[in-house]
C-alpha cells in the first residue's frame, strides 16, 4: 500500500498525505491538486501513461506536472507490504527528470522489472483504453512482468536486422554479378572467333596470362587496419570520486581502461609494422609479375609479326585479342565468386534468417500466452458481467504503411496494397519474396499474378530488399476484446456497441478485478451514468473491501458515500499553492461537512434536492 506522499517545491509544496490501505478519496475544488496529487503518485513510482499507447493523455499529463512543480520540486512516497517498508524519491526536472531512488526494503516492493506494482488511470485515460483494441492490451500488460520476452525479442530484432543488411548487401552483389555475365556469352562468342586467327603457343598462352592479370593487377594498396574499444569512459574516472570512500575503485576503473589502451597502442604499432611489410612484399610480387609479363608481351608481340608479316592489321587483332581475353578472365572470375561466395553466402544467411524468425515468433506467443493465462483469471473474478478474450495480432496499421512506403512509386494501387495485408503477415510475405513464390502470395491473399510479380520486382530494382526484409519483424499488436451485459440473463455486447458510460464502466470493472495492488484513479465517474456508478462499481468496491488500497480523485456522492470511504483528504487552494485541507473519515464531524460541501454544494442545495426527490422514494 501507498502509506504516505510528501511534496517539496511546486504547487503542492510542503504538503503531506497519509492514506488507509482501504478507499480513500480525494475532494475539492477545480484546481485545488485533487488530479495532481494522482500525477505525482505515478510520477515518482515512474508509472506514467504509456506515451506510445495514449500520446494525448500524456502531453495533458506533463503540461499539468510543468505547471504545477518547479525544477528541482521532489516526491517521496513511502510504501509498506507487510512488516517492509521503503521509501523512493524522485526529482523533477522539466529537461529529464531524475530515475527514482529506492530506499530501505525494496526487494519486497518490486518485481523482476524493477518497477512498483500498482495500477494506475490518469484523467481521460479510461475513456482511451474504451477506444481500442491494441490500446485495451495495456490494461492486461499492467500486471504483468514481461520483461523476459521484450529481452528475447530485442536480441532477435537486433540479429534480424543484421541478417537483413546482409541479404540485401549479397542480393545487390548477386544482381550486378548477374548482370556482368549477361556479357559473357558474346565475349567467349568473339574470343573465339578471334582466337582462329592466331597459330602458335606463344598466342596461345595470351589467355594464362589474361587470367593471371585479374589476379596481380588489384593486389596492392591494402588500407590501413586498427584494433578499436570503446575506452573513452576512462577519462570519467581521473578526477575526484563523488563518493571519497569509492576513490579506490575509480583507480582501478581508470588503471583497467588504461591497461587496455597499452595493449590497443601495441597492438596497433605491431599491426602497423606488419601492413608496411606486407604492402612492400605484395607490391615487390606485383612488380616481378608484371615485369615477367612485359617479357611475355614482346615475345607475343614478335610471335605475331612473323605470323603477320604481310597483315599489317594483325596487330591490332592481337591487341583486341588480349583484350577480350582479359575480360573473360574477369567474367570467369565473377562467375566463381557468384557461384562458391555470393549465392552460398545467401542461402546460409536466408536459412539463418528462418531460425531467428521462429525465435522471434516464440518470444511473442510466449509472451501470448502469459497474456492469456491472466485473461483466464480475470474473467473468473469478474463473475460474468464482463468477458474479455484475446485478438492476436490484431493491428495491422503499421504493416499497410510500411508496405505502402515501399511499394511507392510501382503504380500498385491502395486497395491492392491493403487486400495483401488483409489476407497475409508480414512474415509470410517475405518469406515468400525470398523465396519466390509468388503463386502461393496469390493464393493466399486473393491478388493477381502481375501486381505480385510487380511488388516482388519493384523492391528489388528499387534496392529496397533491406527495407523489405525490416517489415518482417513488425508486431502487429494484440488486442483485447471486451464484452459486457448488463445483468444475468442478457447476453454479451460487444464493447464497440455499447454507449459511451457502458464503456468506461466496463473498463473499470476489469481494473478492479486486477489483482491486490493499490489502484488510483483520477476521477472514475467521468463520462458514468449515476446509476452505473452505484450499480457496479460502488457494488463492487463494497464486496473487495479489504483486499486492496484504492486512491480516487473524484466527485462522486457514491464512490465517497455509498462505498463508505475509510480514508477522505480534502484540498483547498489559493492562486498559488494547494494545501490538505482535512484528512479523516465521515464518522467526523468536520469531515462529514467538507464531503457534504465539496460534493452537494452544502446543505441547502441538498435539503432542496432531497425535498424535491423525497417523492420518488416512497
Given at each position: 500500500m501507498i502509506e504516505s506522499v510528501t511534496v517539496t517545491g511546486g504547487f503542492l509544496d510542503g504538503q503531506q498525505f497519509e492514506f488507509s490501505g482501504d478507499l480513500n478519496c480525494l475532494l475539492g475544488g477545480t484546481g485545488a491538486g485533487k488530479s495532481l496529487l494522482i500525477e505525482l503518485v505515478r510520477f515518482a513510482l515512474d508509472q506514467q501513461t504509456d506515451a506510445g499507447d495514449f500520446p494525448q493523455v500524456r502531453r495533458e499529463v506533463e503540461s499539468r506536472l510543468k505547471y504545477a512543480l518547479t525544477s528541482g520540486s521532489t516526491v517521496e512516497v513511502v510504501l509498506t507490504r507487510g512488516h517492509a517498508r521503503c521509501l523512493v524519491r524522485r526529482a523533477y526536472f522539466e529537461d529529464g527528470s531524475t530515475q527514482p531512488e529506492f530506499i530501505g526494503d525494496t526487494e519486497q516492493m518490486t518485481g523482476l522489472s524493477g518497477r512498483i506494482a500498482i495500477i494506475g488511470f490518469s484523467q481521460s485515460e479510461v475513456i482511451e483504453y474504451a477506444r481500442t483494441p491494441v490500446g485495451r492490451m495495456a490494461l492486461i500488460d499492467a500486471a504483468l512482468d514481461l520483461t523476459e520476452f521484450e529481452i528475447r525479442v530485442m536480441d532477435a530484432l537486433t540479429r534480424l536486422n543484421d541478417n537483413g543488411r546482409l541479404i540485401g548487401s549479397l542480393e545487390s552483389k548477386i544482381a550486378q554479378a548477374c548482370r556482368k555475365l549477361q556479357t559473357l556469352p558474346e565475349v567467349e562468342k568473339r574470343l573465339e572467333e578471334l582466337s582462329g586467327l592466331f597459330d602458335g603457343e606463344t598466342v596461345k598462352m595470351q589467355a594464362s596470362w589474361s587470367t593471371e592479370k585479374a589476379l596481380f593487377e588489384p593486389l596492392v594498396g591494402i588500407p590501413e587496419l586498427k584494433v578499436t574499444a570503446r575506452t573513452e569512459s576512462g577519462g570519467k574516472f581521473r578526477g575526484p570520486a563523488a563518493v571519497a570512500d569509492n576513490h579506490d575503485l575509480y583507480q582501478r576503473a581508470q588503471a583497467a581502461f588504461g591497461q587496455l589502451g597499452e595493449a590497443i597502442d601495441v597492438a596497433n604499432a605491431q599491426l602497423s609494422q606488419v601492413l608496411l611489410a606486407v604492402n612492400k612484399e605484395l607490391a615487390d610480387v606485383q612488380q616481378e609479375w608484371f615485369d615477367r609479363y612485359r617479357k611475355f608481351d614482346r615475345q607475343l608481340a614478335e610471335a605475331v609479326s612473323r605470323i603477320g608479316a604481310d597483315n599489317k592489321g594483325l596487330s591490332a587483332l592481337r591487341t583486341r585479342l588480349v583484350e577480350l581475353q582479359t575480360e573473360k578472365a574477369k567474367l570467369d572470375a565473377q562467375q566463381t565468386q557468384l557461384n562458391d561466395e555470393f549465392m552460398p553466402n545467401l542461402a546460409r544467411a536466408k536459412a539463418y534468417r528462418e531460425e531467428l524468425i521462429s525465435e522471434l515468433l516464440e518470444a511473442r506467443k510466449a509472451r501470448r500466452r502469459r497474456r492469456d493465462d491472466r485473461i483466464k483469471a480475470l474473467n473468473k473474478l469478474m463473475v460474468g458481467i464482463v468477458r474479455i478474450k484475446m485478438l492476436p495480432e490484431n493491428d495491422d496499421a503499421a504493416y499497410l504503411t510500411e508496405l505502402t512506403g515501399i511499394a511507392k512509386g510501382s503504380r500498385l494501387r491502395?486497395?491492392?496494397?491493403?487486400?495483401?495485408?488483409?489476407?497475409?503477415?508480414?512474415?509470410?510475405?517475405?518469406?515468400?519474396?525470398?523465396?519466390?513464390?509468388?503463386?502461393?502470395?496469390?493464393?493466399?491473399?486473393?491478388?493477381?499474378?502481375?501486381?505480385?510479380?510487380?511488388?516482388?520486382?519493384?523492391?528489388?530494382?528499387?534496392?529496397?530488399?533491406?527495407?523489405?526484409?525490416?517489415?518482417?519483424?513488425?508486431?502487429?499488436?494484440?488486442?483485447?476484446?471486451?464484452?459486457?451485459?448488463?445483468?444475468?440473463?442478457?447476453?454479451?455486447?460487444?464493447?464497440?456497441?455499447?454507449?459511451?458510460?457502458?464503456?468506461?464502466?466496463?473498463?473499470?470493472?476489469?481494473?478492479?478485478?486486477?489483482?491486490?495492488?493499490?489502484?488510483?484513479?483520477?476521477?472514475?465517474?467521468?463520462?458514468?451514468?449515476?446509476?452505473?456508478?452505484?450499480?457496479?462499481?460502488?457494488?463492487?468496491?463494497?464486496?473487495?473491501?479489504?483486499?486492496?488500497?484504492?486512491?480516487?480523485?473524484?466527485?462522486?456522492?457514491?464512490?465517497?458515500?455509498?462505498?463508505?470511504?475509510?480514508?477522505?483528504?480534502?484540498?483547498?487552494?489559493?492562486?498559488?499553492?494547494?494545501?490538505?485541507?482535512?484528512?479523516?473519515?465521515?464518522?467526523?464531524?468536520?469531515?462529514?461537512?467538507?464531503?457534504?460541501?465539496?460534493?452537494?454544494?452544502?446543505?441547502?442545495?441538498?435539503?432542496?434536492r432531497t425535498i424535491k426527490l423525497g417523492s420518488s422514494m416512497t
Amino acid at each position: 500500500m501507498i502509506e504516505s506522499v510528501t511534496v517539496t517545491g511546486g504547487f503542492l509544496d510542503g504538503q503531506q498525505f497519509e492514506f488507509s490501505g482501504d478507499l480513500n478519496c480525494l475532494l475539492g475544488g477545480t484546481g485545488a491538486g485533487k488530479s495532481l496529487l494522482i500525477e505525482l503518485v505515478r510520477f515518482a513510482l515512474d508509472q506514467q501513461t504509456d506515451a506510445g499507447d495514449f500520446p494525448q493523455v500524456r502531453r495533458e499529463v506533463e503540461s499539468r506536472l510543468k505547471y504545477a512543480l518547479t525544477s528541482g520540486s521532489t516526491v517521496e512516497v513511502v510504501l509498506t507490504r507487510g512488516h517492509a517498508r521503503c521509501l523512493v524519491r524522485r526529482a523533477y526536472f522539466e529537461d529529464g527528470s531524475t530515475q527514482p531512488e529506492f530506499i530501505g526494503d525494496t526487494e519486497q516492493m518490486t518485481g523482476l522489472s524493477g518497477r512498483i506494482a500498482i495500477i494506475g488511470f490518469s484523467q481521460s485515460e479510461v475513456i482511451e483504453y474504451a477506444r481500442t483494441p491494441v490500446g485495451r492490451m495495456a490494461l492486461i500488460d499492467a500486471a504483468l512482468d514481461l520483461t523476459e520476452f521484450e529481452i528475447r525479442v530485442m536480441d532477435a530484432l537486433t540479429r534480424l536486422n543484421d541478417n537483413g543488411r546482409l541479404i540485401g548487401s549479397l542480393e545487390s552483389k548477386i544482381a550486378q554479378a548477374c548482370r556482368k555475365l549477361q556479357t559473357l556469352p558474346e565475349v567467349e562468342k568473339r574470343l573465339e572467333e578471334l582466337s582462329g586467327l592466331f597459330d602458335g603457343e606463344t598466342v596461345k598462352m595470351q589467355a594464362s596470362w589474361s587470367t593471371e592479370k585479374a589476379l596481380f593487377e588489384p593486389l596492392v594498396g591494402i588500407p590501413e587496419l586498427k584494433v578499436t574499444a570503446r575506452t573513452e569512459s576512462g577519462g570519467k574516472f581521473r578526477g575526484p570520486a563523488a563518493v571519497a570512500d569509492n576513490h579506490d575503485l575509480y583507480q582501478r576503473a581508470q588503471a583497467a581502461f588504461g591497461q587496455l589502451g597499452e595493449a590497443i597502442d601495441v597492438a596497433n604499432a605491431q599491426l602497423s609494422q606488419v601492413l608496411l611489410a606486407v604492402n612492400k612484399e605484395l607490391a615487390d610480387v606485383q612488380q616481378e609479375w608484371f615485369d615477367r609479363y612485359r617479357k611475355f608481351d614482346r615475345q607475343l608481340a614478335e610471335a605475331v609479326s612473323r605470323i603477320g608479316a604481310d597483315n599489317k592489321g594483325l596487330s591490332a587483332l592481337r591487341t583486341r585479342l588480349v583484350e577480350l581475353q582479359t575480360e573473360k578472365a574477369k567474367l570467369d572470375a565473377q562467375q566463381t565468386q557468384l557461384n562458391d561466395e555470393f549465392m552460398p553466402n545467401l542461402a546460409r544467411a536466408k536459412a539463418y534468417r528462418e531460425e531467428l524468425i521462429s525465435e522471434l515468433l516464440e518470444a511473442r506467443k510466449a509472451r501470448r500466452r502469459r497474456r492469456d493465462d491472466r485473461i483466464k483469471a480475470l474473467n473468473k473474478l469478474m463473475v460474468g458481467i464482463v468477458r474479455i478474450k484475446m485478438l492476436p495480432e490484431n493491428d495491422d496499421a503499421a504493416y499497410l504503411t510500411e508496405l505502402t512506403g515501399i511499394a511507392k512509386g510501382s503504380r500498385l494501387r491502395g486497395p491492392v496494397l491493403q487486400q495483401i495485408c488483409e489476407n497475409s503477415t508480414p512474415v509470410k510475405l517475405v518469406r515468400s519474396f525470398l523465396t519466390g513464390d509468388v503463386d502461393g502470395v496469390c493464393a493466399a491473399t486473393g491478388a493477381e499474378r502481375k501486381h505480385i510479380e510487380t511488388l516482388f520486382e519493384h523492391v528489388t530494382e528499387k534496392d529496397a530488399i533491406e527495407d523489405f526484409l525490416r517489415m518482417q519483424t513488425l508486431d502487429l499488436h494484440d488486442g483485447l476484446s471486451v464484452e459486457f451485459r448488463k445483468h444475468s440473463n442478457d447476453g454479451y455486447v460487444p464493447i464497440e456497441r455499447l454507449a459511451h458510460g457502458q464503456k468506461c464502466t466496463a473498463i473499470l470493472i476489469i481494473a478492479l478485478a486486477d489483482g491486490n495492488d493499490p489502484l488510483i484513479i483520477d476521477q472514475p465517474e467521468d463520462a458514468l451514468h449515476a446509476p452505473w456508478i452505484e450499480e457496479y462499481l460502488v457494488a463492487k468496491l463494497r464486496d473487495l473491501r479489504g483486499s486492496r488500497q484504492y486512491i480516487f480523485a473524484t466527485r462522486s456522492p457514491g464512490l465517497v458515500v455509498s462505498a463508505d470511504a475509510e480514508m477522505i483528504i480534502t484540498l483547498i487552494s489559493d492562486a498559488k499553492n494547494g494545501a490538505v485541507e482535512a484528512t479523516g473519515s465521515l464518522e467526523r464531524h468536520d469531515l462529514n461537512v467538507l464531503t457534504l460541501y465539496h460534493l452537494e454544494g452544502g446543505p441547502v442545495p441538498f435539503k432542496r434536492r432531497t425535498i424535491k426527490l423525497g417523492s420518488s422514494m416512497t
